[in-house]
C-alpha cells in the first residue's frame, strides 16, 4: 500500500511540475532534472518504511539522481566561474 500511495504521488507531482515548466517555457534540462530529482528525495524519504528490496532499489535511484544533479550543478557553476573545461 505505501509503494501505490508512493508511486501515484511520484506521478502526480512529476506531471504537475513537468507540466508547469513547460508552460514556462523552460528549456534548459538541468532544471527538470533537479526538480524531479528533488521530488523523487523528498517522496522517497517521507515513504516509510519501504520492503528491503525496494529500500535498495530507491538507494540506486538516489545515487544516480544526485550524481546528475551534482553533474549539472558543476557544470553551471564553473560556467558563472567563467571556467572553460577543455
Do not use: E
Not at 41 to 52: F, K, R
Not at 65 to 75: E, Q, R, T
Amino acid at each position: 500500500m505505501v509503494l501505490k500511495r508512493l508511486l501515484a504521488t511520484q506521478l502526480i507531482l512529476y506531471a504537475a511540475v513537468i507540466a508547469f515548466l513547460a508552460y514556462l517555457g523552460v528549456n534548459d534540462f538541468a532544471i527538470y532534472i533537479s526538480l524531479v530529482t528533488l521530488i523523487y528525495l523528498v517522496t522517497v524519504i517521507t515513504a516509510h518504511p519501504l520492503p528491503p528490496g525496494t529500500r535498495r532499489v530507491a538507494n540506486a535511484i538516489t545515487v544516480v539522481l544526485v550524481a546528475v544533479f551534482l553533474y549539472f550543478a558543476v557544470m553551471r557553476i564553473l560556467q558563472i566561474l567563467g571556467v572553460t573545461l577543455i
